[in-house]
């Protein structure tokens, strides 16, 4: 048998010539080559994209810094498949140093190594999105950034190097702090001028196409605006000529979105208070595995065992501390970078037997269901809506809450987004951001399909949504947001979220049903009130006949029987 | 309004705060947080995915080498839920100092910088698998390697530092070379020593499970063995308790694969020569970005414009190069890294309106049509087979070519995974490698749905599968297959993909259709036969007593009357 191949037109490797091959692939090239996974597998999806990252960037800026968020998003097409788009915030602004490395290199941020709820997490998108306009126009990513009324603004030009992911600054420079839309908001911004003193501008440009339709961005804002009451919105769309403008294609719901005015356009706030401000935790002993219990005994800052229990985890006393190291046969005063792997061990299994409080969930900040509810009304026009926010639960030590939102439109009531023969929509949101592609994928759909809805007297084809004039909304609030994927569309299949949603979908339904219930029984007493008054002069006229009463006599009685009627109406 | 919130029991942060908590997020970190993205979900997955991965590696080490593959993979259970993986190859070995990165770093490697075909494409996979096994148990990565017979061998162990994504080196020793399987292997491999002079053994503990079924290791390791019909493979399992052995939870077919039996099994090779190794190649100008080009133009060692685009890019040759410099109104003699933003976007597009050839196709390396049927039938007991390799095409500037198979049993032919009544097996292969989950997001499953089975004699409900007791195989070879995440498991939806895959796919329907038209016939034929066969004796017997025959006669009639009914059938 020839084991070896025949030598072959191509040179055959060694392991010291494959050695010569190995090369750091820098996570910026990974993604460059790889960037369907960050959402920019078409122009279409790229313009969504790049709006959804700065948008989360600013709202939790300006959040995270207590000011009320006033962001604008202006898309100019500056060529046939070119776009600029540039989002501005009133939050707290950028110092200078930080502003390459947050614009211009992935994997940097604030948000990944905390446990607190925010819309951004990995400190990938905003520098993904330049790198994209980067890639497709050879541009670069263009900041104006204040910290207040007393600083200087910055304008600074930025490129990702990808080779070293490493930010390189092309222009840098001093100037006047004028973002456009303070002056075009017609909501007469400038009024209180104060909040205005500081913010930032993100601008860049890139191969994109605007659509309208579920996909697109006038959704995506829309949807924003539900679930983020508190935010005053200014939006813009400057095409070279309108006529361009279609559904996307893979959006197959046949309904178009309204079409963008000329100009801006401005949703206000519905509620004058941003939500409070989630505290940063920490983990969870029960969610932490063996290898990360190493390392954070290797890294802790306290001197002893007992103290780093206490310390670097949460739901963890001094006596429950005391009590896990003696079930571990561990010295509580054991210099935390000296104990053995094999006694880690112990430690683990010991942490695992104990009994401990759950996380604590003040690092979560649901919408709650006055919100909610004030969102769909601003949004969706129906006739009933309801609210639910579940109580704190858990998936592998980390908290989450799941919120669920119902709106229902009488049968007519002239909205064409809701006919009574279509599916109901979905809305799907994660930390106050819409999700709207994948849904597929998605647990919250999953959930959604699962609950059943005929218990609540609605039509639904098996294992689908239920049918009928009404939007869905299911909102994930977490400090860790399991998405299946970097581009953040969809919530991995949790059995605990899973559960959590069903039971917050089930309630909405029971309200759903009671207030269809109560509808029935007032359209059928009302049915039955008009078909008796339809005889009332009939009964008075016989009266009369009978009892030969005088003319006025009938008028009494028609308007006394009327009275009945209506008394007995209230009792139906 | 009041714009500014409240003071909450949060401290509200500047911007200088907010800069104070901005850090880097190693590549690491941010994998092992988002491990799900890379197939480490559930202890299930875990395994498989580390058994893939080791051996995607041992096959492409091996074959880039040019060594025949015997790889062996020994899968030993240490715990209730602990497993150690171990992967041995006969391949060209790993020196010592790329070691440590090679298994403690992730995103390095030599395949993901260069156009060829390879299993392995982002220098993720076996770290990542070291990184969970770290994670779950705290244990290090083992290798023993050996470059060749005068070399010594290298024992290490490895960790990776997830906070700086840097490989940890805690043993590294000098060490005979003596792979447990050598001496195991049933095959008499020790009479070729030379072969078994060098190669490499990974070794992961790691908290896993050990399943059956259509998802299983089991199952991953018998298509590997379809698609690569040149490795010999050495399998073992050993459980602490045989009872513990069910099917995934997320495996809804029902149908167990075959047990693992006690001790070293092994499927022998089917053919006795190594893929062609493929050629390395350059991008294809039309498979370029505005982006790249500046990049490469800027990293170019061409002296100037017209032989960077000649030496860089495949299919331009030095007319080409001219052409499209004047083209785009450029100085051929033009210094690559002197060209202006604005030239080079003059560039593109004169690149965009050339004419090129195709790009180069040596750097694939199809399967084979008779490596499929070769591998079909080794792995699969039926009784038709065939294969199509379509013609090399190209998405987005990369080489790729479609292959499948298709296996039909008989009904009836006692072969239980192939039922008449059930939907075909689909196997999906990319470079070689087989895909196990994710069929549903797959663009080979929407393709092979989307062909009309009904039209070759199979019965197909509306957008599925056919139903027959058949195997379809369609293998996806390319310099870069666009995987719709990290854990490599479904292919994206690229139209040229997809049509590359329908047309396959109804070549093998219409050999097929043939096949079971034939067949159909022959079946009709032995049916007739039979039923005249019946008659012939009460024939013979008719005429004797008409012609009043001898029995001579009688007998001599009932033979001349099968002659003439075999050579009818003949015909039929």
Chains 1, 2 share one sequence.
């Not at 497709?136 to 304008?155: D, F, P, V, Y």
């Not at 994109?208 to 829309?222: F, K, P």
């Not at 706030?269 to 005994?297: C, F, S, T």
């Not at 994928?441 to 049918?467: E, H």
């Amino acid at each position: 048998m020839i084991r070896r191949m025949r030598k072959q037109k191509n040179s055959v490797e060694t392991a010291e010539t494959l050695a010569r091959g190995q090369r750091e692939i820098s996570v910026s090239e990974f993604f460059l080559k790889n960037r369907h996974l960050l959402g920019f597998d078409n122009p279409r999806k790229a313009l969504l994209t790049t709006v959804k990252e700065a948008v989360d960037n600013a709202l939790d800026a300006c959040e995270e810094a207590g000011i009320l968020p006033e962001v604008s998003v202006d898309i100019a097409q500056t060529g046939e498949s070119r776009f600029r788009v540039s989002v501005t915030d009133n939050g707290p602004g950028i110092v200078k140093s930080q502003i390459p490395r947050i614009f211009a290199k992935l994997l940097y941020g604030s948000k990944f190594h905390r446990l607190r709820m925010s819309r951004g997490q990995q400190g990938i998108g905003i520098s993904a999105a330049g790198m994209y306009g980067q890639l497709t126009t050879g541009g670069a990513t263009q900041i104006l950034s204040r910290t207040g009324a007393k600083a200087r603004a910055h304008s600074m030009s930025v490129h990702v190097d990808t080779r070293r992911n490493q930010p390189e600054v092309l222009k840098d420079e001093e100037c006047d702090w004028l973002p456009q839309f303070f002056a075009a908001a017609p909501d007469g911004a400038a009024a209180e001028p104060a909040t205005y003193s500081h913010g930032t501008c993100v601008s860049i440009e890139m191969e994109a196409a605007y659509v309208r339709g579920r996909l697109s961005v006038d959704e995506y804002l829309r949807q924003c605006a539900v679930v983020n009451p508190h935010l005053q919105l200014h939006y813009r769309v400057s095409l070279l000529s309108r006529e361009t403008v279609k559904a996307a294609e893979d959006d197959d719901t046949g309904i178009p979105a309204p079409a963008p005015e000329e100009g801006w356009t401005t949703r206000h706030r519905a509620v004058n208070a941003a939500p409070d401000l989630p505290r940063e935790i920490k983990p969870h002993p029960h969610g932490v595995e063996l290898g990360m219990l190493m390392q954070m005994l290797k890294d802790t800052k306290a001197r002893n065992l007992r103290s780093a229990l206490h310390q670097d985890f949460s739901r963890v006393s001094n006596a429950v501390a005391l009590q896990i190291c003696s079930d571990a046969g561990l010295e509580p005063n054991a210099r935390p970078s000296r104990i053995a792997t094999g006694e880690i061990e112990a430690l683990y299994n010991a942490i695992s037997r104990a009994k401990l409080m759950r996380p604590p969930t003040d690092c979560l900040s649901p919408i709650g269901e006055e919100a909610i509810e004030a969102g769909l009304r601003k949004e969706i026009g129906a006739d009933f809506y309801t609210a639910v926010t579940r109580a704190p639960a858990v998936y592998r030590g980390n908290p989450f809450q799941i919120e669920a939102g119902l709106a229902y439109a009488r049968q007519g009531s002239g909205n064409k987004e809701m006919a009574a023969d279509d599916s109901a929509r979905l809305m799907r949101f994660a930390n106050r951001v819409p999700l709207l592609s994948m849904a597929g994928a998605c647990s919250i759909t999953k959930a959604a399909s699962g609950v059943n809805w005929k218990a609540y007297g609605l039509p639904q084809p098996r294992g689908s949504l239920p049918v009928g004039p009404m939007v869905i909304l299911v909102h994930m609030a977490s400090v860790w947001v399991p998405f299946t994927s970097e581009s953040k569309e969809a919530v991995a299949h949790y059995p605990e979220i899973m559960r959590e949603i069903t039971f917050a979908l089930q309630e909405c339904g029971r309200r759903l049903s009671a207030y269809l219930g109560k509808r029935r029984r007032q359209d059928e007493a009302e049915r039955k009130r008009n078909y008796m008054e339809l005889y009332i002069p009939h009964l008075a006229l016989g009266l009369k006949e009978v009892l030969d009463l005088p003319d006025r006599e009938e008028e009494k009685i028609v308007s006394q029987l009327r009275t009945i009627l209506d008394r007995t109406h209230l009792q139906i």
